[in-house]
């Protein structure tokens, strides 16, 4: 057998450096720039780009270059080739879904939390980075005026997860664990989940990833009386039915503002019908728990204290950019009974011990962003005060729209606002009801086709309904009042057609 040649290859290392802090200083500022000269400019682009499928596809070389390129290209590629197909969220005319704020202080934030490119998977790996996050999140606990039994000063504890997806998901997985320890393991095909019918996607998505049967994943039917909000009285109906029918309700989502309408379930009298089942209760205030700060939006939550997890996501409404979502538990080890492995290489003294965080064991994943530093700079650099002011403000601006829709007799609110989402339509006064929809749609696309604003549509209680949502960072008054503006002379342009059709 012949030998191994060891000999070792001559050294040759490259001048190559990703990260020279000088050059880092230039770029950096040249970068910073460009994202202001952006800010500044941003009302003046398309919010809604019309770009085709594939656009981008056919803009950009094949292959990755093979040389570096200088800055200057790429920030001109940027300009020319990206930006024509984004839709612009930070544009102040953006009145679509519900809003993904942003803020200096947000931006400084995560600019040192890229910067320190912490990995706080265990507390030993970012000792700074597990403690702030447990801070801020009592901080967040505090202004919601959530009990000590959600807080880590108290017997219970939050965490930062991605978005609202990934909490309803932690929170989903616990629920059904608990539930098979009481029932048995090999009897998942009996666990049945409850919602209302308004409840955003995420619920039956994570139902579907807990392993939850289609069969079993209940969407409560709610009512334009109910203000679309979820019957205690339905629930229970619904649980009696299933559990006539040898099922096991695990699991309730309650919600604080929903997607189509920002609708709002009564909080207290639901966590008394589920406590009588055994289930688990999730409040999503995913868009409305930002609210929630200001004290004459805090009954929303009232009843909350019966709960077993509660979960805000402050990248909506809370200046604090995506992605960012606040979740708090009651029993923190439940959470992490469900979601935790602890591989040899990971252990160590610390964790060990059990006098600290390992946030590892309260997420889906098992790295994680520094995320707790957006939350604390936003704090810090804005105070309280400030932060229920701005919610107030874009409040107000929705109260400044809805007054336009409800002046205009062709117009109608189609249920009660809450906070600064205006769900309105053009209404009977405009004609027949099978073409309201259509006359609607209509309206929806032209105005969007301007690149002028953008807004969305839901359907609810039948109705094809349209959405303007404030709460853009950058929105302002007189940005609410061209939009209305525009939707309103567009009206008067499908009308007028509709009217000289009809003629003819």
């Known amino acids: 057998m012949g030998s191994l040649d060891t000999k070792i290859p001559e050294a040759s290392f490259s001048e190559f450096k990703p990260l020279d802090p000088e050059d880092f200083r230039k770029q950096a500022h040249r970068a910073v720039d460009f994202i202001a000269d952006y800010y500044n400019n941003v009302e003046s682009l398309p919010v809604l780009s019309s770009v085709e499928p594939g656009f981008l596809l056919n803009s950009v070389p094949d292959t990755a270059p093979s040389n570096p390129e200088p800055l200057d290209d790429i920030l001109e590629d940027v300009r020319k080739v990206l930006l024509p197909g984004m839709t612009h969220w ?3 005319n953006f009145f679509a879904y ?3 704020t942003i803020s200096t202080a947000g931006f400084i934030g995560d600019m040192f939390a890229t910067s320190f490119n912490s990995v706080g998977f265990n507390w030993l790996a970012s000792p700074t980075a597990t403690e702030l996050e447990m801070s801020v999140m009592d901080w967040m606990a505090n202004l919601l005026k959530l009990p000590s039994s959600f807080m880590f000063s108290g017997t219970g504890g939050g965490v930062i997860q991605t978005t609202t997806s990934e909490a309803i998901l932690c929170t989903l997985v616990t629920a059904r664990d608990r539930a098979l320890e009481r029932v048995g393991p090999g009897n998942i095909a009996k666990l049945v989940t409850y919602s209302s019918d308004q409840t955003h996607l995420t ?3 994570a139902c579907k990833i807990a392993g939850i049967l289609p069969s079993n994943i209940r969407a409560i039917e709610t009512t334009a009386e109910d203000k679309f909000s979820l019957s205690p009285e339905r629930l229970r109906t619904c649980m009696e039915a299933d559990v006539a029918a040898g099922l096991v309700p695990v699991f309730l989502c309650v919600t604080v503002g929903t997607t189509s309408t920002t609708a709002v379930d009564p ?3 639901l966590t008394e019908v589920a406590a009588d089942f055994g289930a688990w209760v999730h409040v999503d205030a995913a868009y409305a728990g930002s609210a929630c700060i200001c004290p004459e939006f805090r009954p929303y939550l009232d009843g909350v204290e019966r709960a077993n997890s509660i979960s805000m996501s402050p990248h909506k409404w809370f200046l604090s950019y995506l992605d960012c979502c606040c979740l708090w538990v009651k029993n923190p080890e439940l959470l992490v009974q469900g979601l935790n492995i602890d591989p040899e ?7 060990q011990s059990r006098k600290v965080v ?6 889906v994943g098992v790295g994680r962003r520094f995320r707790a530093l957006r939350l604390w700079f936003i704090f810090r650099s804005y105070g309280v005060a400030n932060l229920q002011e701005h919610i107030r403000s874009d409040v107000a601006l929705a109260g400044i ?3 336009f829709v409800v002046k205009d007799p062709r117009f109608e609110i189609v249920v009660p606002r809450r906070f600064a989402l205006v769900c309105f339509r053009l209404g009977p006064a405009t004609g027949e009801a099978e073409g309201l929809e259509r006359l609607n749609r209509a309206l929806l696309e032209e105005v969007n086709a301007t690149g002028r604003v953008y807004i969305t549509h839901t359907a609810v209680g039948g109705l094809y309904v349209l959405r303007f949502a404030v709460g853009a960072t950058l929105t302002e008054e007189r940005h609410v009042v061209a939009a209305w503006k525009l939707i309103k002379e567009t009206a008067d342009d499908l009308l007028g057609k509709t009217t000289r059709l009809n003629k003819s």
């Open 345 to 351: 290489y990971l252990k160590n003294k610390p964790s």
């Open 98 to 100: 519900f809003p993904a």
């Open 267 to 269: 909080v207290g009298a």
């Open 90 to 92: 930070a544009s102040p």
């Open 203 to 205: 619920y039956a998505k």
């Open 358 to 363: 390992d946030y590892k064991d309260w997420q």
């Open 401 to 403: 729209f809805e007054g």
